[in-house]
């Protein structure tokens, strides 16, 4: 954080919960437009106000296609909700979780230092499991920042060994807040990152 920009009134759109959130990010666009509503929304329940000839809502993967052909890109997912959400022939490199952090940020390691991608995507799942099932900031959360922490420590170092450090920008952000074991109601805690549930990982090169 001390060479980066940060804060904690960054807002999510609402209803403050997974899908919805995450479309928004990797969309760039919010529910009224791309269509996703709910938190695990796997189709648009709203018809996405455009598509590409991916058959989706523009978001990043295709837009870097388009731009850039030879640019490769990949995605690491921990939840599986995050298939739902990009357009999979526009990505050169795929990996579904299954939930664990620890193979998702190992296996973004070795992605970062083999392939140096253009763009990637890295999705973590924790602290939202432990703020849905013990609950948001309880010490079993905050342990579980601590782990956070300690995997972006891991894609950091990452980045540096691979010798790109001086053209990457790394963005950290959570998908919703969160309130007891819940999303909250529509109060604004519940849209601020302070109270962060996922958090993931962009890493952006320049060449
Ligand atoms: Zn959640």
Redesign the pocket.
């Known amino acids: 954080m001390a060479n980066g920009s940060w804060t904690t009134q960054a807002r999510c759109v609402l209803p403050s ?2 899908a919805v959130n995450w479309a928004s990010l990797l969309m760039g666009a919010g529910p009224t437009e791309h269509g996703y509503t709910e ?1 695990d929304s796997k189709v648009p329940e709203i018809p996405s106000i455009t598509k590409t000839s991916y058959g989706l809502f523009p978001g990043i993967f295709s837009v870097i296609r388009d731009q850039k052909k030879q640019a490769k890109t990949a995605i690491v997912y921990s939840w599986s909700g995050i298939g739902y959400l990009f357009e999979k022939e526009a990505v050169n490199i795929i990996v579904s979780g299954n939930d664990k952090d620890d193979f998702c940020t190992d296996t973004t390691v070795a992605i970062i230092k083999r392939e140096k991608p253009y763009f990637t995507f890295l999705h973590l799942d924790e602290p ?1 499991g432990t ?2 099932s013990i609950g948001h900031r309880t010490l079993a959360y905050y342990k579980q920042l601590e782990l956070v922490d300690q995997r972006i420590g891991k894609i950091v170092k990452a980045v540096n060994d691979a010798g790109i450090a001086d053209e990457t920008v790394i963005l950290v952000t959570a ?2 807040g ?1 309130k007891g074991r819940g ?1 909250g109601v529509n109060r604004l805690m519940k849209c601020r990152s302070r109270g962060l ?2 958090a993931l990982a962009f890493v952006k090169t320049t060449n």
Request: glycine share 16%; no cysteine; proline share 0%.
């Open positions: 919960s997974s938190w939202d703020g849905h998908d919703h969160g999303h549930s996922q």
